[in-house]
């Protein structure tokens, strides 16, 4: 638990593993709770967690940079099996999100007015039970960023196999890699009448379970530098 500090925590090289949350905050973050609080995360192993939000890390109005973590088999209910976020701009690179669920964002959950900026990361068999199972973005002017990400065997039982985003968010992807999702689709788009937006660029679309594109979301194969080919693994 990193709450209220005003100095950084620097967390490097720990295995974090079978913790549980009970009342606090909702129940979040089994793995790691920060909240209003600098940290660093670095080279650590964050698994076999449970919770309601964020099971691996919760990160509240906090600024958090995370580099080269394992975030895998992380189970629960409530939004974010892997991490969970809001009010918050993260800086994620070179991460695992691997084998992780809960109801909505099996590996990610973004919401109030949230801006990470993830890169060069693996979203490998993540599972919602509803939507979302790579990634949920919902609400409050959330503009996430991926770049260089590989999205490959994730699953929503809903809508939103990799991505499911709605409610005045806005989310970029570029230069990544989003194919065979196992159920939900690829890319849902939820029109809820506050214009939410998917921007894609120079990305590979391909193969996912339920259509690439669902919902609202347009096909955007042929603009922008995207294609859908085998990306061959």
């Known amino acids: 638990l990193c709450e209220d500090l005003d100095e950084g925590v620097t967390i490097e090289g720990f295995t974090l593993q079978n913790g549980r949350t009970e009342d606090v905050q909702m129940d979040s973050g089994g793995g790691i709770l920060c909240s209003n609080a600098p940290m660093i995360l670095r080279n650590c192993r964050i698994q076999f967690n449970t919770g309601s939000y964020g099971n691996g890390v919760a990160i509240y109005s906090s600024e958090v940079l995370m580099e080269d ?32 669920s809960t109801w909505d964002g099996g590996g990610i959950w973004i919401s109030g007015n949230s801006t990470p900026q993830i890169h060069d990361c693996l979203f490998l068999n993540n599972y919602a039970d509803f939507w979302g199972g790579a990634v949920g973005v919902q609400g409050d002017d959330s503009r996430p960023f991926f770049s260089q990400c590989t999205f490959y065997g994730n699953a929503a039982d809903w809508d939103g196999g990799i991505f499911w985003v709605c409610t005045d968010s806005q989310v970029d992807v570029e230069n990544s890699i989003l194919a065979f999702s196992l159920d939900g689709g690829g890319i849902h788009l939820y029109e809820d009448n506050a214009n939410p ?5 120079c990305c590979d679309i391909f193969a996912n379970v339920g259509g690439d594109f669902t919902g609202e979301m347009p096909d955007v194969v042929g603009l922008d530098g995207n294609i859908s080919e085998h990306p061959l693994f």
């Open 69 to 100: 973590c394992w975030i895998r088999e992380n189970h629960g209910a409530g939004g974010g099996g892997g991490i969970t976020m809001s009010h918050s701009a993260p800086i994620i690179r070179r991460c695992v999100i691997d084998s992780n």
């Open 197 to 201: 937006m998917v921007n894609l660029v």
